[in-house]
């Protein structure tokens, strides 16, 4: 049996998050631990959170998912509309169906089509973005449905009882998926050398799509907790949300290529940093400045470069000399 050892990569998000809080705590005057923030930071990650897990899969493979802002707002325009014109019984199921579709699409034109995904997920979020504000602005001739509340009904799924027990079960699930099943250890071996993969054996196409196809679901789930917070639809639904979802998976360690540097536990690491930073910047005082995007972007790079610099040097000294890296151990 072996030992798991902890390298540079995993400890550096650990303690890129217990600086940033440090930091703020001391510069806010002891405000930042407050009960009434950490509330709030928790509630204002759990969208990113559960569409980070998604997403993930994806990343995992060496790919990126661009599209989930778009997916979002497309998934709740058209679920919220469904609820009130068919029932209320209809916004669930339409919501997850919607997002499903459109990260299944994402993973067959990727997989079967050989698309880089960023190419694909920047198409998809371009005209997908044009779609949603066609229905919901229209024309001149002809308006859209414009702005629309989601039935009273399902409010309920709002609530703090309800919101995170379903934050707490969707992450367990994902978790377990992505350690402990074949899916989860077929997208990190892909991520590591998708040619050695396929040449063990390993479905690469079917698990490109599948991995697209979580990033969906997870997406609609997303969804239902953003829209039963809001109340309702908006033009602005999901717009820089898939730039929050990259940076709290980048943030948090996973490298752009993916593979075993791919932790669950490091999307809720960089998504409550994300959230760390904005809450900081506004308790100092620099919320609304000229700097603060600035400072937020200069933080987020200082921590990725120092987590780059750090699997770098754990892979050198993992990695006997003329030996390459092997694909993870697969069960």
Known sequence: MKR???????????????????????ASGGRMLSPYNLSQLVDQ?????????????????????????????????IGTWAANAGGTFLFIPVTLFVALIVGIFNGVIVSRFKVPSFMLTIAMLIGIRGVVNLIQAGTPENPGIGAQKIPEAMMILGQPLFRYTALVVIVVAMAYVFEFTKVGKYCKAIGENEVTAKSVGIPVTLMKTVAFAISGLMVGFGTLFNLTSVGGTSMVMGVFLEMEVAMAI???????????????YKVLLGSFSIRMIVKGLALIGLSETQYSQTIEGLLLLLILGVTILASKKGKKSKTPRGQSEAVPELE
């Open 4 to 26: 798991k050892r902890f390298s540079i990569q995993d400890i550096v998000p650990f303690a890129a998050f217990i600086i940033i809080i440090l930091f703020f705590e001391i």
């Open 45 to 77: 990650s759990v969208v990113t959170i559960v569409i980070g897990c998604g997403a993930l899969f994806v990343v995992a493979q060496g790919s990126i998912d661009l599209s989930v802002g778009v997916n979002l707002a497309l998934a709740g325009v």
């Open 250 to 264: 980048f943030l948090g360690g996973v490298l752009v290529t993916g593979g075993t540097s791919a932790k669950l």
